[in-house]
C-alpha cells in the first residue's frame, strides 16, 4: 500500500469524513455549489471539516489547501482505492479517461482557481470514482509546490509523480 503525505491527518479521519458526507447530503450539496475554491473558507461544511483534522490544517498558510481537498472530496462519490489518482485518469482502456492534452494542463494549472477547475473535471471524468487518500496527497503537493516553489529534486515533484503513474498505467 502506498504511504500518503497526509500533513499530519490521519486517512481513518479523512475517510471517515468522506463517507460522512453520505449522510449529510446539505453539506455536500454546499461544498459542490461553490464556484470558487475560496468561497469553501465561508462554509458551515468547511468548518465541520477542518473539526475532524489536525490543528496545522487551520493554520493561516494551509487554509487554502484544507478548502481544495474538503471541495475535491465533496465530488468523490466512492473511495476507489485500487490505484493512484493520476493512474485512475488513464484508466484502463487503450483510450484514456482524461487526455493526454486535458491531464497535462492540470499538471500545469497555474492558480489554485484553475487546478481547482480542472481538478472537479478530472473527477467527474472519473463518475466520483477516486482514490480519497492519493486525491488528498497531490491536493495538497501541488499546493505546496504552489506557495513554496518545486521540489529541488524533480523527481519528487507531484508532475514528475502524475506523469510515471499516468503514463504507466
Known amino acids: 500500500m502506498t504511504e500518503h503525505n497526509l500533513h499530519g491527518a490521519s486517512p481513518a479521519a479523512l475517510r471517515h469524513w468522506h463517507s460522512a458526507l453520505d449522510g ?15 468561497d469553501v473558507l465561508l462554509s458551515e461544511a468547511f468548518a465541520a471539516f477542518l473539526a475532524r483534522l489536525p490543528e496545522s490544517w487551520r493554520h493561516e498558510r494551509h487554509l487554502m489547501a484544507s478548502a481544495l481537498v474538503a471541495s475535491a472530496l465533496a465530488w468523490v462519490q466512492h473511495d476507489e482505492q485500487t490505484s493512484s489518482f493520476a493512474k485512475q485518469l488513464k484508466g484502463k482502456e487503450e483510450r484514456p ?9 492540470l499538471l500545469k494549472s497555474r492558480t489554485p482557481e484553475e487546478f481547482y477547475r480542472r481538478l472537479l473535471r478530472a473527477i467527474r471524468l472519473l463518475k466520483g470514482q477516486v482514490n ?38
Open 24 to 38: 449529510q447530503r446539505g453539506m455536500r450539496a454546499q461544498l459542490r455549489r461553490i464556484d470558487r475554491p475560496e
Open 97 to 105: 479517461l482524461m487526455s493526454d492534452m486535458r491531464f497535462k494542463q
Open 132 to 169: 480519497v487518500l492519493s486525491l488528498t496527497a497531490d491536493i495538497l503537493q501541488w499546493y505546496q509546490e504552489f506557495t513554496q516553489g518545486p521540489e529541488r529534486n524533480p523527481v519528487n515533484r507531484l508532475a514528475v509523480k502524475w506523469a510515471r503513474d499516468y503514463y504507466a498505467a
